[in-house]
């Protein structure tokens, strides 16, 4: 059976937000976000969808060569995946695509992993949830705890992550 691959993209944009974030987590990358190529062309995740307004979030596809992540830290993961997660992988992300207008980022949920209670909202993600979420629809891996709880240093510990960079992102693409 081919073995394709996913990328794990985990940055620290240094941002206020990432600021704050880092104060709870004591993490160095507080950002995740799944890539399907290398190269870091597709690259998805919530988080701004205009780089000047931080409460303007939700889903979006990443420019990794622009805005906040021009000067951003990161370290980029491989994990080998069949094709048949593949096909539930891509399907996910089409579903989130064709309906990108709707979705929000999950501020509450925040709070929610700090207080250790999931927060459910409609439409809602944060970038770990998001991600965590994708990776569970398409059957590549499990968690111990919910969706709502998963943080990027949960996804950090998946068992089989080759890691393939770390340093500026913009000396990875």
Known sequence: MRQEHIYLLF???GTLLTK???????????????ALDLELNEVYSFGRKHFRNPFWGGFVKE???????????CLIYAYAID??????????LAFFKSRQNSYHYNFLGLFGVILNKPIQRS????C???VASLLMEAEITSFNKPPELITPQDIQQIPGLISVYRGKIQDAV
């Open 20 to 34: 704050a974030i880092r104060l709870y987590t004591k993490a160095e990358y507080n950002h995740v976000s799944l």
């Open 63 to 73: 420019r990794t060569e622009e805005g906040l992540f021009q000067n951003a830290d």
């Open 83 to 92: 094709p048949k997660q593949s096909k539930k992988l891509k399907r996910a």
């Open 123 to 126: 439409n809602a993600y944060f």
């Open 11 to 13: 940055t620290n944009t």
């Open 128 to 130: 770990s949830q998001f």
